[in-house]
Every structure is written in C-alpha cells, then in structure tokens.
C-alpha cells in the first residue's frame, strides 16, 4: 500500500524554506570565514553544518517524492563534499555556484507549491560544477594529492537495518545507495538494485556489496547519519570460494617469518592465495601483525578442517581462525529498544487559518466582555460583579494566550537578508557588512507579513544609494568596508525597527531643491520649512533625490508605500540623517494589530478612539499659554516647541472656544504633535475591524471598534489624520 503523502506537502514546503534559509547564512559565514583566513576548526563546522542540511533537505525530497529536487540537492551536496575533504577550494566562484544551487531549489519549491511544472535549466549549473571538478581534476589540492597515494580497494559486505514499521525505510534504502556510491563502487545489492531505486523495500533490511578504500568505521559513520536506521554490519565480502584464515604464531616463537613462509608455502598447494595481509615482503621482513598473526585469503575447494589440519601440524602455531568473528559481536538491532526511546514531540503544527479564527472569537468575547461591564455597573450587583471579574480575568488570559500563539520570532524574515544585502552589493560593485541585532524579538504575524516588504525597500535603498563605492570611501576617510544595521527593540507594547548605514545621508538642501523643481512646494513655502519637514518630503508619492536610475529603488522612489504600509499596521516612521554620515529610518509598530488598547476620547457629542501606542502623554492646555509661529498654534513643553492642532478643525466637527481643555501629545515620527481635544474618557481594550470598500478611501481612520453598549466608534488614525501637518499645512 502507497502512502499518500500529499496531507505532509505544507510542511515540507515550510522546513524546506527554514533549510534554505540556514544554507544561505552559513555560506555567507563560510565566505567570511574564508576572507578572514579562521582558524580551521571554525571553517569545518560550518561545512559540516552546511551538509547536515543539504542532506536532509535531499532526504526530505525524496521521501515526498520530488526526484528532481532531491537530485539538484544532491549534486550541491556532493559539491560541499568536496570542499570538506578538501578536494576544492573556498572561493568566490565556488560561494557564487552554491547560492545559484540555493535559488534554483527555491524555485523548485516554489513551483512545487504553486503546483506547476518546473522550467529551469539544470544543464548549465552542472556544467559549471563539472568545469570546477575539472580544474581540480588538473590542478588537484593538497588534500586531492594525499588523496591520490589512499590504501588498496576494499571489498566489503554492508547491510543495513530499518525499523520495519517505517513506511520510508525505502527512500532511505535509495539515499545510502546514493552515498555508497560516493565513496566508492555498488556491485550488487540485496534485494536487487531496481527495487531499491524505486523505493520498493518489503523487508527490513538491505545488503549492499562495495568497493571502497574508506574504513569499516568511516562507512558506519556515513550510514548511521540516516535518521531511521537502526544498524550497520561490515564484513569484508569474500569472492566465491575464497576463505579468510587468520593465522596466530605463538608471540615467543623464534623466526616468525619463515614459520610463516613455510605455512604458505602448504596452503599454495590447495589452493590459490589470493590476498594477504601484511604484504608478502613484509612478512619476509617479518614484520607480522601485532608481532604474531598474518591473514591469507585462499581460494580452494577444501574444508574448514583440512585446512587447519595442515596449518597446525607448523609447530609454534597457537590458533587458527576461518571466516574471523568480528572483535565486537554487533546484535541484531532490536526495534522494540528503538520504540521504547521514541519520544512524542511536545510541539503541534496548526494551520494559520485555525488560530485567526481563535482570535476573531476572542475578538467577540472582549466586545461583548464591555456589554456585561456596563449591564453589572448598571445592575449595581455584587454578585454579578464578582462573578463578572472572574470571567474577565479568565477571558484576558485566554486573549493573551492566543495573542501569543500568534507572535513569530522576527528571524523569520530577517535571516534571508544577509544573502539579499551581499547579492545586491556585489552586483553594485560595493562592499557591505550587514549587522543584526534583534532578531528574537516576536510579534504577530500579521504585522510580519507585512513588516518583511518595509524592510526589504529600505535594505536595498541604503546599499543602492546610502553606501558610497570603495573607493569613494577611501577618499572620504571612511572603511573601505560600508556597515548596514537592522536593530530591533521591544518598548513595552511596541517594537522599535531601526535601518542605519553609515553612508552619504541625506542632504535636505537637495530635497529643497528637488521639491522646488518639480513643482511640489513654492520656493517661499521651502523656506520656512524645518529640517524635519523637508526631510518628511522624501516620504511624498514619486518624490526622489537620486541622480541617477537603477534596478534598485531610488532613495525615496518608494518610500510613499513604505510609509502607508506602516501606517496601516497604527505604526510610525521617521527618518534622521547627517550628510556624510549616513541615515537611519525608524520604524515603530504595536506587537499585534488584532486587539489593541485605546484610549476613548470626546469631541463635540462624539466618541473616538486613539491607539495608545501613539500618544506619548496627555497635558491640560491653558489657551493663554499658546502661542503663534508662522500663523500656526504652538505650545512649549518643558522647552520643546510642539504644532498644536484641535481635532475638530482636523475631522469638521464644531470647536468650543473653551479656556482649558485637554491635548494628547502624540509621536508622529520625526516631530511631536499635540491634539486637542474636549475630554478623556478612560482606556479600553477594542477590537479593530475594518471599515469596508464603501469606507476605504476614507482618511483619517484606520478602522472602528464596538463598545459594550453596542456603539460604534471610530479609531483615529493619527497619522494620516496628520498628513498635512507633516508638509506644512492641514
């Protein structure tokens, strides 16, 4: 019976991304290793690491039945044998094959995914491995040449024990075919070669008979990398026959080596002696093994008894051994042992689609946790009450929890920038370190989905157009070596994301400029604009300072998207620079965008609710205390000038003239910004549910949220709200 295996696609799909992914960075720590001239202790870990994973990623491939993928991972495999044996050398080219191998798999898998047809041609990438292999072939390493004066071939008999309740014991019956044949010839096979090409194994184990000059052990070694095997035995494989007697002399024996002729000398008239161990000359030199033993290999007819009959009649003989035991007697594996040490994983795969759904009920039941609130205050029962705290105790546990479930570490999507930064400068003719710091931190993942474009624009902008050439550098008195940081930060109940480079900056000149030319601000305008306001223009649709075109985006050809990205996920982005020092974007984003904290304001005879991620504090205005600057209100706040906007201005809503009210000072990024307002009520947990086609165009708001008593309610969302503040106007 053929198992299906379509039910375990997903996760091959996923474990081969997460296989690529560590294959990506650990090529680039080879690299670097190689550069910087490690010691070598370094360098064969991560060589070992590299074809751990290639393995299992061709073993994982063929189990699910993906020949072709299987193949490419094990040329790529076999390419990294060599570099560990040291039969090639690290270099540039052999780095740049090795990701060519990494993006055709991830193509592969891509279209295995989308369940299409692959389309690449493999041809060219082996002829490329095969012109490698040739060069070594002409010019061989160190290693190759030691490789060259290796011992004699030997014929061994290695059989191989599975776990015969293991439906893939023949898949892994056709890799350790695979392997033996890299390390030397497969002569035969039992069960018959076809079978075990097809996967077809019906017993529990499998003899191969090889011909290698690798060691008993080092073949062991090799098979037991195998996750389900359960034993190796090695003999020596005999021709038919062909008997193996090991011949003991007794160790005070005087004239060993003609003892040891004569008793040759016999066994040559029975039969043919086809091998013997030491070589003849050394046992003429009488250099035996251990002092006292020597085997010959006969080829003859006669029986076990004859021939000891005729060794033993030597004196100084002390034994005789045909078809030796082996030193250590290796047992029949014994699957229940196996069993018994098989452990349940405490991990459990769920679909993503199981835990939105989870968090769209917790959304629910936090709205409708509001709706009792209000009915027990209203009731003014102590009983209800109680009862009421205990529910909702147990209901924000149960909200965090799922909350939980759903963050993701941010290594998800930054380990697959080291290999996109490195690609990108080589490509650009720059040299580029990339530094992470960070990666660990978790959060939900829908903000991670959306988080990996954000930095994939801003990665490649700073490599495009922050990092000067080498040789600019150089002039400049800058390492020739540019430096990218990508730093994460947890801040309570956000996360703060930082994109640095030391390179040119940004000139706010040239965005004056540049504004002025195109027509986006009038020269008088550009004037009276701060620095923190021309800098916000990179941000405007279309709007660019670079000189030049290039495959990669311009500094702010872009950044528009970048910025409405962030928005949407109720985040903030701002920008600090210093011409020919570099630039640093900062982007700060809640941990989960499904169920946020809010703090419930009123103006007018409206309600709406404000992220409490972006307000910084709150301040009670006294009107008396604003001021005018450039026909716009201002207040001072511990000698920090800060715009003051009344949210009815800013939605249309009729503004009471009162002399004190309160303001939220909230973060827009670069700048603080207060907002006035008529009353705080309190902070609450909402639900954030989108407003729909008919609402989507609608700026100013990010969502709405019911509270308990049924109302609808309106999140602000501050930084559209604000979008004409940044530019200069509302």
């Given at each position: 019976?053929?198992?299906?295996?379509?039910?375990?696609?997903?996760?091959?799909?996923?474990?081969?991304?997460?296989?690529?992914?560590?294959?990506?960075?650990?090529?680039?720590?080879?690299?670097?290793?190689?550069?910087?001239?490690?010691?070598?202790?370094?360098?064969?870990?991560?060589?070992?690491?590299?074809?751990?994973?290639?393995?299992?990623?061709?073993?994982?491939?063929?189990?699910?039945?993906?020949?072709?993928?299987?193949?490419?991972?094990?040329?790529?495999?076999?390419?990294?044998?060599?570099?560990?044996?040291?039969?090639?050398?690290?270099?540039?080219?052999?780095?740049?094959?090795?990701?060519?191998?990494?993006?055709?798999?991830?193509?592969?898998?891509?279209?295995?995914?989308?369940?299409?047809?692959?389309?690449?041609?493999?041809?060219?990438?082996?002829?490329?491995?095969?012109?490698?292999?040739?060069?070594?072939?002409?010019?061989?390493?160190?290693?190759?040449?030691?490789?060259?004066?290796?011992?004699?071939?030997?014929?061994?008999?290695v059989k191989v024990f599975f776990d015969k309740n293991n439906t893939m014991r023949g898949v892994r019956a056709f890799l350790i075919l695979s392997d033996l044949e890299e390390i030397g010839e497969v002569i035969e096979t039992i069960p018959e070669r076809k079978k075990i090409e097809e996967g077809k194994l019906e017993g529990d184990s499998v003899e191969y008979i090889v011909l290698s000059h690798k060691t008993p052990d080092e073949i062991k070694s090799m098979i037991k990398k195998h996750p389900e095997v359960l034993g190796v035995k090695i003999n020596e494989a005999l021709e038919a026959g062909v008997k193996r007697i090991e011949i003991y002399l007794q160790k005070e024996a005087p004239l060993k080596e003609a003892r040891s002729f004569?008793?040759?000398?016999?066994?040559?008239?029975?039969?043919?002696?086809?091998?013997?161990?030491?070589?003849?000359?050394?046992?003429?030199?009488?250099?035996?093994?251990?002092?006292?033993?020597?085997?010959?290999?006969?080829?003859?007819?006669?029986?076990?008894?004859?021939?000891?009959?005729?060794?033993?009649?030597?004196?100084?003989?002390?034994?005789?051994?045909?078809?030796?035991?082996?030193?250590?007697?290796?047992?029949?594996?014994?699957?229940?042992?196996?069993?018994?040490?098989?452990?349940?994983?405490?991990?459990?795969?769920?679909?993503?689609?199981?835990?939105?759904?989870?968090?769209?009920?917790?959304?629910?039941?936090?709205?409708?946790?509001?709706?009792?609130?209000?009915?027990?205050?209203?009731?003014?029962?102590?009983?209800?009450?109680?009862?009421?705290?205990?529910?909702?105790?147990?209901?924000?546990?149960?909200?965090?929890?799922?909350?939980?479930?759903?963050?993701?570490?941010?290594?998800?999507?930054?380990?697959?920038?080291?290999?996109?930064?490195?690609?990108?400068?080589?490509?650009?003719?720059?040299?580029?370190?990339?530094?992470?710091?960070?990666?660990?931190?978790?959060?939900?993942?829908?903000?991670?989905?959306?988080?990996?474009?954000?930095?994939?624009?801003?990665?490649?902008?700073?490599?495009?157009?922050?990092?000067?050439?080498?040789?600019?550098?150089?002039?400049?008195?800058?390492?020739?070596?540019?430096?990218?940081?990508?730093?994460?930060?947890?801040?309570?109940?956000?996360?703060?994301?930082?994109?640095?480079?030391?390179?040119?900056?940004?000139d706010p000149a040239k965005i004056k400029e540049k504004a002025i030319l195109r027509g986006l601000l009038t020269e008088s305008a550009a004037n009276s604009m701060s620095t923190e306001e021309l800098l916000n223009l990179i941000f405007m649709p279309g709007f660019s300072t670079a000189e030049r075109v290039s495959s990669v985006s311009g500094r702010g050809v872009g950044l528009d998207v970048?910025?409405?990205?962030?928005?949407?996920?109720?985040?903030?982005?701002?920008?600090?620079?210093?011409?020919?020092?570099?630039?640093?974007?900062?982007?700060?984003?809640?941990?989960?965008?499904?169920?946020?904290?809010?703090?419930?304001?009123?103006?007018?005879?409206?309600?709406?609710?404000?992220?409490?991620?972006?307000?910084?504090?709150?301040?009670?205005?006294?009107?008396?205390?604003?001021?005018?600057?450039?026909?716009?209100?201002?207040?001072?706040?511990?000698?920090?000038?800060?715009?003051?906007?009344?949210?009815?201005?800013?939605?249309?809503?009729?503004?009471?003239?009162?002399?004190?009210?309160?303001?939220?000072?909230?973060?827009?990024?670069?700048?603080?910004?207060?907002?006035?307002?008529?009353?705080?009520?309190?902070?609450?947990?909402?639900?954030?549910?989108?407003?729909?086609?008919?609402?989507?165009?609608?700026?100013?708001?990010?969502?709405?949220?019911?509270?308990?008593?049924?109302?609808?309610?309106?999140?602000?969302?501050?930084?559209?709200?604000?979008?004409?503040?940044?530019?200069?106007?509302?």
């Open positions: 019976m053929v198992e299906d295996l379509s039910q375990y696609l997903e996760e091959f799909l996923a474990d081969a991304r997460e296989r690529i992914d560590n294959l990506n960075n650990a090529v680039l720590q080879l690299e670097e290793i190689a550069k910087r001239g490690a010691d070598e202790g370094e360098k064969r870990r991560i060589i070992d690491q590299i074809f751990r994973e290639a393995h299992t990623l061709k073993g994982t491939a063929a189990t699910m039945g993906f020949t072709e993928l299987s193949e490419v991972a094990h040329k790529m495999e076999n390419l990294f044998d060599d570099i560990r044996e040291g039969r090639i050398d690290i270099s540039n080219d052999i780095v740049d094959i090795v990701f060519e191998f990494l993006d055709v798999i991830s193509e592969m898998i891509n279209d295995i995914e989308k369940g299409r047809e692959h389309k690449i041609d493999l041809k060219s990438l082996y002829e490329k491995v095969d012109k490698i292999k040739e060069k070594v072939a002409l010019e061989p390493s160190s290693k190759t040449k030691q490789e060259n004066n290796l011992g004699e071939v030997r014929k061994y008999s004569l008793i040759m000398q016999d066994l040559e008239r029975i039969g043919e002696i086809v091998d013997i161990k030491p070589k003849k000359s050394e046992i003429e030199a009488g250099k035996l093994i251990d002092g006292n033993r020597f085997i010959v290999y006969l080829k003859t007819q006669e029986d076990e008894e004859t021939i000891k009959e005729i060794i033993t009649k030597h004196p100084d003989v002390e034994k005789v051994e045909l078809e030796k035991k082996e030193e250590k007697r290796q047992e029949e594996p014994n699957i229940q042992k196996f069993a018994d040490r098989i452990k349940i994983s405490k991990l459990v795969r769920i679909n993503v689609e199981h835990l939105d759904k989870l968090m769209d009920l917790v959304s629910e039941l936090v709205i409708n946790k509001g709706r009792l609130e209000q009915i027990a205050e209203s009731l003014e029962s102590k009983e209800l009450l109680e009862a009421l705290s205990t529910t909702s105790r147990l209901m924000s546990e149960l909200q965090e929890e799922i909350m939980t479930m759903r963050l993701i570490s941010l290594s998800e999507i930054f380990n697959k920038f080291p290999r996109m930064v490195r690609d990108l400068s080589k490509e650009m003719g720059k040299e580029v370190k990339l530094i992470m710091e960070g990666q660990d931190i978790e959060v939900d993942r829908a903000i991670l989905d959306k988080l990996s474009d954000i930095l994939v624009h801003l990665l490649r902008n700073a490599v495009d157009h922050g990092i000067e050439p080498p040789e600019e550098r150089e002039k400049l008195g800058k390492p020739r070596v540019g430096t990218i940081k990508l730093i994460a930060k947890r801040e309570k109940d956000r996360i703060e994301i930082v994109v640095m480079d030391d390179g040119r900056g940004i970048v910025q409405e990205i962030v928005k949407s996920l109720n985040g903030s982005l701002s920008v600090r620079t210093e011409v020919g020092k570099g630039t640093s974007f900062i982007i700060r984003l809640p941990i989960s965008t499904a169920i946020i904290q809010a703090l419930l304001i009123q103006v007018a005879d409206e309600i709406y609710a404000v992220p409490i991620n972006n307000i910084l504090e709150s301040k009670e205005i006294v009107r008396d205390e604003i001021r005018t600057i450039g026909k716009k209100e201002v207040i001072v706040l511990r000698g920090e000038i800060i715009p003051l906007y009344m949210l009815h201005k800013l939605i249309g809503l009729s503004q009471n003239n009162k002399d004190r009210f309160p303001a939220i000072i909230v973060d827009l990024g670069s700048q603080k910004i207060a907002i006035g307002v008529d009353e705080l009520l309190h902070k609450k947990d909402i639900v954030i549910k989108p407003l729909g086609k008919l609402l989507s165009h609608v700026s100013g708001f990010s969502g709405a949220t019911i509270l308990g008593d049924g109302r609808v309610v309106l999140i602000i969302d501050i930084n559209s709200l604000l979008e004409g503040a940044k530019y200069g106007g509302v």
